[in-house]
């Protein structure tokens, strides 16, 4: 495809997530750096290449002034991101009261506790305004930078009211809209106030993703059950206008994690890590700080499996990597101070005066580092207790192509549908299986991990974030064309 001028046409991409790919740290009046975002979804689409896109997000800090925000907007154009500035008191009310308080847990079949579920019952209506405001907020920035032709993908739960907002403004704007956690059963879905709202705005959409095809068919119902609409194998149906629903499973730029094992920084840290947990077995968990990764039941598991297994006492170590999320939400400072607590009981219980059983780090690792780290260890521990995908699996999968480790995995996250085959797949919450499991994996023969592995590796090795993005854009370009096939008949 050509423009007049000869030169290929590259359709513009603007992708629209709550968080750009990098966040804003004030240096100084109107000076700022910044730093990469954590998280799976920044993970993932800097993985992708070859779009001429342009992402969309909040600031991350506040900038009350003008001045600062021209200053922040022109050191982002630099990264191609586009800046919507949010400020304190809707973030207060949208990031960590409407998205991190209410639907992320409600996505995730968390129950809050009971004081907590009655103040947010209070506070339900403001945050719900505060969430329709922002999400505009987002789509006004939208409509300022779209051209004719251009696409908008749409990211994840803190934007369901966008692609409405986004229709509203042009009919003809092709607008796809992506989960990246899970989508509940209806039944959960339909103890949300906010229930018929949120699914009608995401029906604006042209099409409709999801990570796997439960969290698809859990949304078709719930537009049945709650909207009285008709579900077909395509998608939704109302009056006429279909919107396509479908899973496109996520996986990662296998290629960067590959590559970087034979950089000189990477080999320097393995060296480091072989040297220092010499005699040991390495066993890691990497992880946001967040209750769906089940830190407590992993630590809790390991500290079963060091009970009824005193032979393994001082010949394994757990690394746990836990860099801190949503750090103003009181869900999170809890379940800090719990993994805090429950490491400082079982170093004391089964540490020595060299060595103790559990390093837990509240921090962000650099890329080669991480690399490393995935590279030494012998067996990942990823115990979500539910999880859109978890592309944490995925990374230490793509690192493992010499030592062949083993993944123990949540029956709970996406991945388990992919890489359940090769992995020790366990439910999180009983963690007599999970301290089995990681005997299992200890004691487990090398032909056996070889051909887990190979089947995980051949996986995300061919079911990349490229692959992902490129098939969702382009059925969302099909969709949009067969819709308009349809009206013109
Ligand atoms: P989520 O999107 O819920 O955070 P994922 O497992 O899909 O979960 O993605 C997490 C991403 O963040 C991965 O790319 C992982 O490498 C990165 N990450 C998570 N924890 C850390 C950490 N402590 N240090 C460095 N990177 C991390
Ligand atoms: O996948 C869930 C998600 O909310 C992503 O949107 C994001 O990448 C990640 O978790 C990090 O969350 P936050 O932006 O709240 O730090």
């Known amino acids: 495809c050509e423009r007049q001028d000869g030169r290929p046409f590259r359709q513009r991409l603007l992708v629209v997530a709550n968080r750009l790919p990098v ?20 993970t993932a689409l800097l993985g992708v290449k070859g779009f001429e896109a342009r992402w969309i997000g909040w600031a991350g800090v506040n900038v009350p002034d003008e001045i600062g925000q021209r200053a922040l907007t022109d050191a982002l154009a630099q990264k191609k991101c586009i800046p919507v500035f949010l400020d304190e008191e809707i973030v207060h009310q949208y990031y960590n009261g409407y998205c ?23 506070s339900f209506q403001s945050q719900f305004a505060a969430y329709r405001k922002a999400n505009q907020m987002f789509a006004d920035v939208v409509n300022k930078h779209y051209e004719d032709g251009d696409v908008v993908w749409c990211h994840d739960y803190h ?21 990246h956690t899970p989508f509940p059963s209806s039944e959960i879905h339909r103890t949300l106030p906010s ?31 709650i909207l009285g609409l008709e579900g077909t194998p395509e998608g939704v149906e109302d009056q006429g206008r279909l919107t396509r629903v479908a899973a496109f499973p996520i996986g990662i730029d296998a290629v960067r994690f590959i590559g970087a094992l034979d950089t000189p920084p990477v080999q320097e840290h393995m060296k480091e890590l072989k040297e220092r947990f010499a005699g040991r077995k390495v066993m890691l968990g990497v992880d946001r700080l967040d209750m769906i990764k089940g830190i407590p039941q992993k630590i809790l598991a390991f500290e079963k499996f060091l009970e009824e297994n005193s ?27 719990q993994v805090h607590e429950i490491v400082g009981r079982i170093n004391g219980r089964f540490g020595t005066l060299t060595a103790v059983p559990i390093h837990h780090l509240d921090r962000s690792l650099d890329f080669h580092k991480l690399c ?40 709970f996250a996406g991945a388990a549908q992919s890489l359940g085959a090769g992995a020790i797949l366990v439910n999180p919450w009983n963690i007599t299986e999970v301290a089995a ?3 299992q994996a200890l004691n487990m023969p090398a032909e056996e ?40 008949q």
């Not at 934007?159 to 989960?179: A, D, I, Q």
């Open 23 to 42: 966040s804003a740290v004030r240096r100084g009046e109107d000076a700022w750096s910044l730093e990469m975002s954590g998280g799976g979804l920044v």
């Open 100 to 122: 991190n308080n209410i639907l992320w847990p409600l996505f995730h079949y968390l129950a809050l506790p009971q004081e907590d579920r009655l103040a947010t019952t209070r």
């Open 159 to 179: 934007l369901m009211f966008l692609p409405k907002c986004l229709k509203e403004y042009n009919s003809n704007m092709k607008v796809g809209w992506f989960l």
């Open 195 to 225: 229930r018929s709202e949120l699914l009608r705005s995401v029906l604006a959409a042209d099409l409709v993703g999801f990570h796997t095809y439960d969290y698809a068919r859990h949304f078709v119902s719930a537009c049945t059950r």
């Open 311 to 337: 032979d393994w006492h001082d010949k394994v170590v757990l690394l746990q990597i836990a860099v801190p999320t949503r750090t103003d939400v009181p869900e999170y400072q809890k379940l800090t101070s």
């Open 372 to 411: 490393a780290l995935y590279a030494v260890t012998d067996i990942a521990l990823v115990t979500s207790l539910r999880d859109g995908m978890n592309l944490v699996s995925y990374e230490f999968v793509a690192c493992q192509d010499a030592k062949k480790g083993v993944l123990i995995l949540s029956e």
């Open 437 to 439: 499991s990681i005997a």
């Open 449 to 488: 991990r070889e051909k887990r592995h190979r089947h995980n590796f051949a996986h995300v090795t061919t079911h990349t974030a490229q692959e992902w993005a490129e098939t969702f854009v382009s059925e969302l370009n099909d969709t949009v064309v067969e819709a308009q096939l349809r009206t013109r």
